[in-house]
């Protein structure tokens, strides 16, 4: 079954200072990767998404992932953490076929004045 | 464009009572989603359905929840009776289409959190 990896559940990252979420799967197909972000009290808006193509994925709000098959990864940055970025960070994934997402535990970011 | 709306935003109910959580999708949207969001865990998929059929209920516990989504607009998601583990945010999700192997993008609602006491 396919999962997804998270690791460090809360981040803290100084303001101005490049923000870096690690995400990585486990998958024997070919996956669909997604980065979502949760603000408290409301739903989940999607980042950004690879499915196929360039691996290099911008977003919305300055942040970008890169799918990186070799290692399994699709890590999301941003060079600059404003202090709109602290939210709660989920990566996720889905596979051709069915549109069903299974998510990782989440990042917390802080992000520090 | 009116997102995904649910309701009640917040519930608190006794162990072993009963509840229920209304979700209204983006209007169009066939497909419709339930995710539970347990403390400290991403959202786990309950069930999912195409237009007003289930295409996937493997992880909906179903000797104590049911849903349904007459008419393939507004869903319910009912538990009963409720235990203590079941204290979580209950997201509904909603996409365009969902079918044969496409990725629609999922819009989310605000979730309703359950206290079960």
């Known amino acids: 079954a396919q999962s997804v990896t998270q690791l460090g559940s809360h981040v803290s990252v100084s303001e101005g200072a490049l923000v870096l979420l690690r995400c990585n799967y486990s998958?024997?197909?070919?996956?669909?990767l997604f980065w979502y972000v949760q603000y408290p009290n409301q739903g989940l808006q999607l980042l950004l998404k690879?499915?196929?193509?360039?691996?290099l994925v911008k977003g919305i709000n300055g942040f970008e992932a890169e799918f990186k098959k070799s290692e399994t990864s699709f890590h999301l940055t941003k060079p600059s953490a404003h202090m709109s970025d602290a939210a709660e960070y989920f990566c996720?994934?889905?596979?051709?076929?069915?549109?069903?997402?299974?998510f990782g535990k989440g990042n917390q970011v802080v992000v520090i004045p | 464009e009116a997102g995904v709306a649910q309701s009640p935003r917040y519930k608190i109910i006794e162990k072993r009572q009963s509840v229920a959580f209304w979700c209204n999708p983006i209007s169009g949207h066939a497909t419709l989603y339930w995710y539970q969001q347990i403390l400290g865990q991403g959202p786990k998929l309950l069930i999912q359905?195409?237009?007003?059929?289930?295409?996937?209920d493997s992880q909906l516990p179903k000797d104590r929840f049911s849903a349904e989504r007459l008419k393939g607009v507004d869903s319910t998601l009912k538990i009963q009776p409720a235990k203590l583990e079941d204290s979580a945010v209950y997201l509904c999700a909603s996409s365009l289409t969902g079918a044969g192997g496409q990725t629609d993008t999922q819009y989310f609602g605000p979730g309703t959190r359950l206290t079960v006491l």
């Open positions: 690879y499915t196929t193509g360039a691996t």
């Open positions: 998958s024997s197909v070919p996956p669909y």
């Open positions: 996720a994934v889905s596979f051709y076929g069915n549109n069903r997402l299974a």
């Open positions: 359905f195409q237009n007003n059929g289930v295409v996937d």
